[in-house]
């Protein structure tokens, strides 16, 4: 590609002409265009929407943009019962990765504030703990929180901050997580099924449920585990997804993947704008492609036995 960049700029220098699609693709921003590019993975949608993979974007462009607008993200993690245990990893790598030189809050759902460890929090960024109500079994808890997203969005963070990142707690960040997340509506594709067509995804394909997907449809296949978008959005969304919920439980029925299935029968009929590669949500009990330059966001193990419904 440097080659490339050399070959253009002799060209532009000698006055010799240019292939008209070469002056398409070359830019002059902070470094030249064409070193942000993958050809060895899906960049875009057919949608138009961007995939972010390492090696696509500027950072520093997109961090200059956001900082000129002051954008405040919220990043909403639910800690209930037993989950409390993974607060403190979650937080400080969060200080270390998450949207470093931008305005964080953290909100913090649990049944349990008075367990929320004391984390050294950098200038601009809070912590808030929202104090909610458990449940017995852990489907209903990840479920549930829907419900609750979609509650705080209309009555607080829409007066609190521009965009909100909804994730799992059972998580560490392990390499930068910044602005390039950031659009209207964005999911990201699940770790075990990036590489999967659309006969393997595990929708939901009962037809009695809201969550049901016909075997024609679907893009991708996103992980319950990593959404966001303005708040505006992520509200409509939420709410979309509980009320949704709440069809089926009336039926006595629970989609295959609880909230995760409503999440993936949302997005087929309102197509995400962004879409972040499984970098943002990796589990390494999947191996380590080559594909994957960097594990931003990443599992940590547990002991199903020992932490769910406790
Ligand atoms: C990484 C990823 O895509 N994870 C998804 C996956 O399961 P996981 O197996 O990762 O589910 P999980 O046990 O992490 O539960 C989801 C989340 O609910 C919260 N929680 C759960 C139980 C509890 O007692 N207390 C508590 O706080 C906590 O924030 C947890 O991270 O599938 C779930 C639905 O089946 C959800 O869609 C998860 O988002
Ligand atoms: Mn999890």
């Given amino acids: 590609c440097t080659m490339l960049c050399d070959f253009m700029e002799r060209c532009f220098s000698l006055h010799l002409q240019l292939p008209p699609y070469f002056l398409l693709l070359h830019c002059d921003s902070k470094e030249h265009c064409l070193s942000h590019r993958r050809t060895d993975v899906l960049m875009m949608t057919p949608w138009f929407a961007p995939i972010v993979w390492e090696g696509t974007y500027n950072s520093e462009i997109l961090n200059e943009e956001f900082r000129q607008r002051n954008v405040t993200v919220g990043l909403t993690v639910f800690a209930i019962k037993k989950y409390v245990v993974f607060l403190q990893k979650f ?74 990142v909804s994730v799992d707690v ?92 409503h999440l993936n029968k949302y997005f087929v009929y309102h197509k995400p704008t962004k879409i972040l590669s499984p970098e943002y949500l990796w589990d390494d009990n999947i191996g380590r492609p080559q594909i994957l330059k960097k594990r931003r966001f990443l599992a940590v193990p547990k002991n199903h036995a020992a932490i769910r419904n406790k």
């Fill in 170 to 261: 059972d998580m560490r960040f392990n390499d930068e997580v910044g602005v390039e997340i950031l659009s209207n509506l964005f999911g990201t594709l699940h770790p075990g099924f990036y590489a999967s067509r659309r006969q393997s995804f595990t929708y939901e394909r009962r037809s009695a449920s809201q969550a049901c997907v016909p075997r024609d449809e679907g893009d991708f296949y996103y992980a319950g585990g990593f959404f966001g978008g303005t708040v505006k959005e992520v509200y409509k969304l939420t709410k979309k997804c509980h009320e949704a919920i709440m069809l089926d439980k009336a039926k006595g029925i629970e989609a295959i993947w609880q909230e995760e299935s």
């Fill in 91 to 164: 937080l400080e790598t969060a200080e270390m990765y998450f949207m470093v030189g931008h305005r964080v809050n953290y909100y913090v759902f649990t049944d349990r504030p008075e367990e929320v460890p004391k984390v050294a929090l950098k200038d601009g960024r809070n912590v808030v703990v929202l104090k909610v109500q458990n449940y017995s079994r852990w489907q209903e808890i990840s479920m549930r929180r829907m419900e609750m997203i979609s509650y705080f969005s209309q009555k607080q963070f829409i007066n609190e901050v521009n965009y909100l």
